[in-house]
């Protein structure tokens, strides 16, 4: 009933307001002894409401009390796990769909904790959340650029491509990293894409555009990572002069069996040919996949079925692979 009276519109003044209403609920004396305790539990429910989207209520549960922990576990694990050497860097190759040539890579991190790999998916989150992402970010970044470079060295020439955290954008001073990164590898700037995601031009952030307007200035290139998922206002993509599109996997898969699926990535590619942006399509995992791809016109792709992700010697040897077979 709460959640229901406050999704009302308000009218202030001359304009309509929309607020939306998330509810924690712990209940005594399960949930806690005391007014602060039962509050943390309360608390504790609430962000997970929100997670769930938002305008929901939770009750507190043992088992939220099992993720907090588990959470406050990762959270400790993750300040030493640069220090300790834990994590590396694994490179997916990106191939262009009309020559057939490899013609990028993603960095991608991984952790391996005591022999246990923790996937980005889990501990990236957790990493913006307490900051540590500012520096496995700058790591990240040097770790790529030194990779790519050394391919260049060996007449490789491929752009590599490395993910931004809206975090280090809002907290690091990005401008002067990447011009670090550039310098001390020697790569050349238009060899670096960073991947941004389309929540970070949404609303107006003021600082992160003129960071982005910055970073352009270096002469890097800009890419928005799963393309379609965010809120997709399009009125930014010339505004900050982005060069390509990577249409969300969520996007590519059964594209050759499901129509809603192939319009959406049709009119995607479309746009991108209209405003002059390289689309790339991520997470291919078949054949009728990649042909519906090419025939619709994409650039790029990049998934499973051409490569996963892998170290750098590995990529390596495939770049050896391909100059090889070029050169017979
Ligand atoms: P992303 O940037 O969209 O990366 C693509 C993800 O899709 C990677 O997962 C990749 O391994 C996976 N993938 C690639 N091809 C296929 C495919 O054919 N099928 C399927 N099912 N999956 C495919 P990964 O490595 O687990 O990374 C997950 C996410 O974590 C990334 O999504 C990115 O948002 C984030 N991430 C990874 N490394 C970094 C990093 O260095 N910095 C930041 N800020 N985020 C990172
Ligand atoms: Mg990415
Ligand atoms: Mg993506």
């Known amino acids: 009933k709460i959640i229901e009276a406050m999704a009302e519109p308000i009218d202030v003044g001359e304009r309509t307001v929309h607020t939306s209403f998330s509810i924690g609920i712990a209940l005594f004396p399960d949930d806690g002894h005391t007014p602060a305790a039962l509050l943390k539990s309360a608390d504790m429910a609430m962000y997970h409401a929100k997670e769930s989207g938002r305008g929901s209520y939770r009750f507190f549960t043992h088992e939220l009390n099992v993720q907090a922990v588990e959470r406050l576990e990762l959270d400790s694990r993750l300040r030493e796990a640069l220090h300790n050497r834990e994590f590396a860097v694994h490179y997916q190759p990106q191939w262009s769909l009309q020559s057939g040539e490899l013609t990028g890579a993603e960095a ?17 989150p957790v990493a913006e959340e307490n900051g540590e992402i500012v520096a496995i970010g700058h790591w990240v970044l040097n770790e790529a650029c030194r990779a790519a470079a050394r391919w260049r060295a060996m007449g490789h020439e491929l752009t590599i491509a490395v993910n931004v955290s809206p975090i280090q954008i809002r907290r690091d001073d990005m401008p ?12 050349p700037a238009n060899a670096l894409e960073l991947e941004i995601t389309e929540s970070l031009l949404m609303g107006d952030d003021s600082h992160a555009f003129g960071v982005l307007a ?5 002469g890097i290139k800009l890419a928005i990572d799963d393309f379609g998922t965010g809120y ?9 002069d982005v060069d390509r599109l990577k249409i969300d996997q969520s996007f590519v898969r059964g594209i050759d069996t499901r129509p809603d699926a192939g319009a959406i990535v049709g009119a995607v590619i479309e746009m991108g040919k209209r405003l002059g942006l390289n689309t790339l399509a991520e997470g291919v995992e078949s054949e009728p996949e990649r042909a ?3 025939a619709a016109g994409c650039d790029d792709i990049q998934g499973y079925l051409l490569g996963r ?6 990529l390596t040897q495939l770049l050896e692979k391909q100059a090889a077979s070029r050169n017979k």
């Open 309 to 314: 992700p892998m170290t750098e010697e590995a």
């Open 108 to 124: 991608l991190i991984r952790w391996n904790h005591r022999g246990e790999a923790i996937s980005p998916a889990r501990f990236i």
């Open 232 to 240: 997709s206002n399009l009125a930014y993509l010339k505004r900050f």
């Open 176 to 187: 002067k990293r990447v011009r670090g990164a550039l310098a001390v590898s020697g790569l």
């Open 214 to 218: 910055t970073l352009k200035e270096i």
């Open 292 to 294: 519906a791809l090419h």
